[in-house]
């Protein structure tokens, strides 16, 4: 099948001519320049649209026959008429059906309420998602029931001091499954994913952490509870790699940011939960042969969430995908059926990932999966941008609120309750201001999301690192807790659900199980870092001292983003292979250009003119132009 190359990634000649096209008006058309390059960059976005779906290359005739043909070599004969339109609404998309062979009233009518309401989609999606969220609640509680269970557990066995020993160990402790995500767990998502499925692994990783949920809850020393938690980590790497591709494989792209991310939003919930839980048991008193129920109870807490999604799990639909990667398209439709409002919109779905797939085969070199991870430029560019965005999930200093928040709290002078109620209070924040981002990541984007909460997290951890030198104890509890607050709201809406909807999108379907082992690996890998690090950096740097250290971090990060991360919003997940089709130099370069004129624009607040864009991502078109134009092709 012959393709085109998508000129919203051109490459660097391309680029470099549109640039010199752009840059050569003479001076007397000056005054007309800015309506020029409206008109210029309107058309310019209409064929964008077409070139970069790969079926435009064909005629009508040829995707009807092509369509049939792969219903009839599939086991889909009895769906062979379906197909043929599907063919036709995937060639179109923006057409709606307007000027299309074959297509009823009623198929237009399916295909215009789509394009509307983006969010009226089928009760199974959101079926799906409430499991996903459930899955990511389970993972929230496993990360900050420690929280609380460390104010008792410490002093029980005998690591509460301020000893190197002690401070390396308490971080071991609750740093304990994040090693194991890093080292082994993430990396059984591939392996799992291939023979058990994506529900298969989510059942099993959830009954994992259930049960090391438990056992953590009836350890008796701390190697114990350390060998327990790190066998939690099984559970949770397998899961954190799994449950956001799933999410990204099963739903449509015009509101798949948005479903996606709420693996992060209702993460948020479960640490809020986790906190709940280590406030609702803190004043149960031990009884007889158990000492520290009230932390046991906190601990096994966690695995309630588990066992729901563990019975819910098998009522959703598996992946289309996955089953198309077996080769399984019948299943792949019927699945897909159920995720969709018509038939229609399933068989045009699945036809165009079949076909977008086949084109996507292009990229496989013949070597072991792992290593066409960094040798093939399109999936190094990913590999990249991931990490990038993984890394600072955790660098930005988040987890160490997370992990840490209530000893911090006490240190500033809270009892041990309102210490634990301080630490509630931001996991209701956390979560709160994770919706917002529903609304924002697929309109003001994932990358734009991060490089405005970068600065603001910095700002906010300076703000609280300071407020611990303040002499007054009220007042000094009072600006650590509301910088805390703030971090809090700056960070749920950028870098809470941006990093794992961002990583489950950015790689081709036949390496995307590694590709998200290998971004989930880098977060749990740093979390550990954080976790294991935090007593002893806080001993040697002071809280102060430590918080300035991570909100230097949150500048590196803004930088990383800025040059290296591109945006992928709005785009189906075969079309970000064109995305990451331009070079990481190109984009670094283009971006690092672009510097002047934001300072000038938002800062000075002069008006200039406005860059010619690498490539477009958000492109609108005008429905009337594009019916003329079906119109005049049909």
Same mark, same amino acid.
């Given at each position: 099948?012959?393709?085109?190359?998508?000129?919203?990634?051109?490459?660097?000649?391309?680029?470099?001519?549109?640039l010199s096209r752009s840059s050569s008006d003479g001076d007397g058309l000056e005054v007309s320049r800015h309506d020029h390059q409206k008109s210029h960059h309107h058309r310019e976005k209409v064929d964008l649209a077409e070139e970069a779906n790969p079926l435009v290359n064909l005629t009508q005739e040829e995707v009807i026959d092509n369509a049939a043909n792969y219903a009839r070599t599939n086991g889909l004969e009895q769906y062979e008429e379906l197909f043929k339109k599907g063919g036709l609404a995937a060639r179109n998309p923006k057409s709606l059906g307007v000027g299309l062979p074959l297509l009823t009233d009623q198929d237009r009518a399916d295909l215009a309420h789509?394009?509307?309401?983006?969010?009226?989609?089928?009760?199974?999606?959101?079926?799906?998602?409430?499991?996903?969220?459930?899955?990511?609640?389970?993972?929230?509680?496993?990360?900050?029931?420690?929280?609380?269970?460390?104010?008792?557990?410490?002093?029980?066995?005998?690591?509460?001091?301020?000893?190197?020993?002690?401070?390396?160990?308490?971080? =071991?402790?609750?740093?304990?499954? *994040?090693?194991?995500?890093?080292?082994?767990?993430?990396?059984?998502?591939?392996?799992?994913?291939?023979?058990?499925?994506?529900?298969?692994?989510?059942?099993?990783?959830?009954?994992?952490?259930?049960?090391?949920?438990?056992? #953590?809850?009836?350890?008796?020393?701390?190697?114990?509870?350390?060998?327990?938690?790190?066998?939690?980590?099984?559970?949770?790497?397998?899961? #954190?790699? !799994?449950?956001?591709?799933?999410?990204?494989?099963? !739903?449509?792209?015009?509101?798949?940011?948005?479903?996606?991310?709420?693996?992060?939003?209702?993460?948020?919930?479960?640490?809020?939960?986790? *906190?709940?839980?280590?406030?609702?048991?803190?004043?149960?008193?031990?009884?007889?042969?158990?000492?520290?129920?009230?932390?046991?109870?906190?601990?096994?807490?966690?695995?309630?969430?588990?066992?729901?999604?563990?019975?819910?799990?098998?009522?959703?639909?598996?992946?289309?995908?996955?089953?198309?990667?077996?080769?399984?398209?019948?299943?792949?439709?019927?699945?897909?059926?159920?995720?969709?409002?018509?038939?229609?919109?399933?068989?045009?779905?699945?036809?165009?990932?079949?076909?977008?797939?086949?084109?996507?085969?292009?990229?496989?070199?013949?070597?072991?999966?792992?290593?066409?991870?960094?040798?093939?430029?399109?999936?190094?560019?990913?590999? =990249?941008?991931?990490?990038?965005?993984?890394?600072?999930?955790?660098?930005?200093?988040?987890?160490?609120?997370?992990?840490?928040? #209530?000893?911090?709290?006490?240190?500033?002078?809270?009892?041990?309750?309102?210490?634990?109620?301080?630490?509630?209070?931001?996991?209701?924040?956390?979560?709160?201001?994770?919706?917002?981002?529903?609304?924002?990541?697929? !309109?003001?984007?994932?990358?734009?999301?991060?490089?405005?909460?970068?600065?603001?997290?910095?700002?906010?951890?300076?703000?609280?690192?300071?407020?611990?030198?303040?002499?007054?104890?009220?007042?000094?509890?009072?600006?650590?807790?509301?910088?805390?607050?703030?971090?809090?709201?700056? *960070?749920?809406?950028?870098?809470?659900?941006?990093?794992?909807?961002?990583?489950?999108?950015?790689?081709?379907? *036949?390496?995307?199980?590694?590709?998200?082992?290998?971004?989930?690996?880098?977060?749990?890998?740093?979390?550990?870092?954080?976790?294991?690090?935090?007593?002893?950096?806080?001993?040697?740097?002071?809280?102060?001292?430590?918080?300035?250290?991570?909100?230097?971090?949150?500048?590196?990060?803004?930088?990383?983003?800025?040059?290296?991360?591109?945006?992928?919003?709005?785009?189906?997940?075969?079309?970000?292979?064109?995305?990451?089709?331009?070079?990481?130099?190109?984009?670094?370069?283009?971006?690092?250009?672009?510097?002047?004129?934001?300072?000038?624009?938002?800062?000075?607040?002069?008006?200039?003119?406005?860059?010619?864009?690498?490539?477009?991502?958000?492109?609108?078109?005008?429905?009337?132009?594009?019916?003329?134009?079906?119109?005049?092709?049909?």
């Open positions: 099948m012959k393709t085109t190359k998508d000129a919203r990634v051109p490459t660097v000649a391309n680029y470099e001519n549109r789509e394009s509307r309401h983006r969010w009226a989609q089928n009760g199974t999606l959101y079926s799906l998602v409430v499991l996903c969220s459930l899955a990511a609640a389970v993972q929230g509680m496993d990360e900050t029931v420690i929280n609380g269970a460390q104010l008792f557990f410490m002093d029980q066995f005998g690591i509460g001091g301020t000893s190197s020993h002690d401070t390396w160990t308490l971080g =071991l402790v609750n740093s304990a499954p *994040y090693l194991c995500c890093a080292c082994i767990g993430c990396w059984l998502s591939d392996p799992l994913n291939n023979a058990l499925g994506r529900r298969g692994t989510i059942f099993l990783s959830c009954l994992v952490a259930a049960v090391t949920c438990i056992w #953590s809850a009836c350890t008796d020393t701390w190697w114990h509870l350390f060998i327990a938690r790190f066998c939690l980590g099984f559970g949770i790497g397998a899961k #954190s790699a !799994t449950v956001p591709v799933y999410a990204a494989e099963c !739903t449509p792209a015009v509101v798949r940011g948005a479903l996606v991310m709420m693996w992060q939003m209702w993460t948020a919930f479960g640490i809020m939960l986790g *906190y709940v839980a280590d406030v609702a048991f803190y004043n149960v008193p031990d009884k007889p042969h158990i000492t520290g129920l009230n932390w046991r109870l906190m601990l096994g807490s966690a695995a309630l969430p588990a066992v729901i999604v563990c019975c819910q799990v098998f009522f959703c639909p598996e992946s289309p995908r996955w089953y198309i990667g077996r080769g399984d398209h019948r299943k792949a439709f019927e699945s897909m059926v159920r995720l969709r409002k018509s038939e229609l919109q399933a068989a045009r779905d699945v036809y165009y990932m079949h076909v977008l797939l086949v084109e996507e085969n292009a990229l496989r070199r013949g070597h072991n999966r792992i290593l066409e991870l960094f040798i093939v430029p399109r999936n190094r560019r990913a590999a =990249l941008a991931s990490w990038i965005v993984m890394f600072m999930q955790q660098f930005c200093g988040v987890n160490v609120i997370a992990y840490y928040s #209530s000893v911090i709290f006490r240190d500033s002078g809270f009892s041990p309750i309102s210490a634990l109620l301080a630490s509630m209070g931001f996991g209701i924040i956390n979560f709160l201001f994770a919706i917002p981002a529903v609304y924002t990541i697929d !309109t003001f984007g994932r990358r734009n999301l991060l490089l405005t909460t970068f600065p603001l997290m910095a700002i906010f951890l300076l703000f609280t690192g300071f407020s611990l030198k303040i002499p007054n104890q009220q007042a000094r509890i009072g600006c650590a807790a509301l910088g805390i607050y703030l971090f809090g709201i700056a *960070y749920s809406p950028g870098e809470g659900p941006v990093p794992f909807t961002y990583s489950a999108e950015a790689f081709p379907h *036949y390496i995307r199980d590694i590709g998200m082992s290998f971004a989930t690996a880098t977060t749990w890998f740093f979390n550990f870092v954080l976790a294991i690090t935090w007593p002893s950096l806080q001993t040697a740097f002071t809280t102060q001292g430590a918080f300035g250290w991570y909100a230097a971090w949150n500048l590196v990060g803004f930088f990383l983003v800025l040059l290296f991360v591109p945006e992928t919003k709005s785009l189906t997940l075969e079309e970000l292979d064109k995305v990451f089709g331009v070079t990481t130099r190109t984009h670094a370069k283009y971006q690092a250009s672009k510097l002047p004129f934001w300072y000038r624009r938002y800062i000075l607040r002069q008006d200039v003119e406005e860059p010619v864009p690498l490539y477009e991502l958000d492109f609108e078109i005008d429905p009337n132009l594009v019916t003329r134009n079906v119109e005049e092709k049909v």
